[in-house]
């Protein structure tokens, strides 16, 4: 099934480091999500933008919806030990009433105490 | 209030049999989505269902089938497992609008032996 572009594939960075990954498609999009999955969890909400050069912020993390439609980025600052996870993008097309997701491979983070 | 939930957490099962997999969505969401993440991916879209009814289907073979019920909590059938059907299964809820997210459950980890 088709996937997103998802990069990079994992870091490994020291705690209080930031972080910046990205996410592109071939097709366009009219909503970014982005989700970070624990092992042996479902994927957890972190940001959502519905509009095209929208930029959002949770807490230390930032989020942009690409002007194209096509690509959208999630920057992690002053990482902590708990950011540990995969972080997944995932683009919606909400065309008719069909609302499904396409994701990304992921992004392995490690932070290192 | 709760999350999406799902059962049964863990499930093993032998190539050839059948499996049906069960989701609540979030009190008062009307939508259920099914997504499959093998190991090492992101999840893949498998059906969408609003109302009782399916509103998209990802490309996924005939022996996977799902349903809704009138207090929208869903099924997932798996017929005829294959080995390559390994993988966790996720349930995701949404509320009904066109900007309301996909909240996931923890998921079902299905082993086929």
């Known amino acids: 099934g088709q996937q997103l572009n998802q990069s990079p594939q994992s870091m490994f960075i020291q705690e209080g480091e930031d972080v910046s990954m990205n996410c592109t498609s071939s097709s366009i999009f009219n909503t970014w999500l982005w989700y970070k999955q624990d092992p042996g969890e479902g994927p957890v909400l972190l940001i959502a933008l519905y509009k095209a050069g929208e930029l959002t912020s949770n807490g230390r993390l930032t989020a942009q919806f690409g002007i194209t439609r096509k690509d959208s980025f999630l920057n992690i600052s002053a990482s902590i030990p708990s950011d540990v996870g995969i972080y997944f993008c995932?683009?919606?097309?909400?065309?008719?009433?069909?609302?499904?997701?396409?994701f990304g491979k992921g992004t392995l983070l490690t932070v290192n105490p | 209030d709760a999350g999406v939930t799902q059962s049964p957490t863990h499930l093993i099962k032998t190539r050839g049999q059948q499996v049906t997999l069960r989701c609540s969505p979030i009190s008062g969401h009307k939508s259920v989505s099914w997504y499959q993440q093998v190991l090492g991916q992101g999840p893949q879209f498998i059906f969408q269902y609003y109302e009782k009814e399916e509103r998209g289907r990802g490309n996924f073979p005939d022996r996977f089938s799902a349903r809704q019920f009138p207090n929208y909590s869903s099924e997932l059938n798996v017929n005829a497992l294959l080995l390559g059907d390994s993988a966790l299964y996720l349930c995701a809820s949404r509320l009904s609008g066109d900007t309301d997210t996909q909240y996931f459950g923890p998921g079902t980890r299905l082993t086929v032996l």
């Open positions: 995932a683009g919606q097309f909400s065309g008719g009433s069909n609302y499904k997701l396409t």
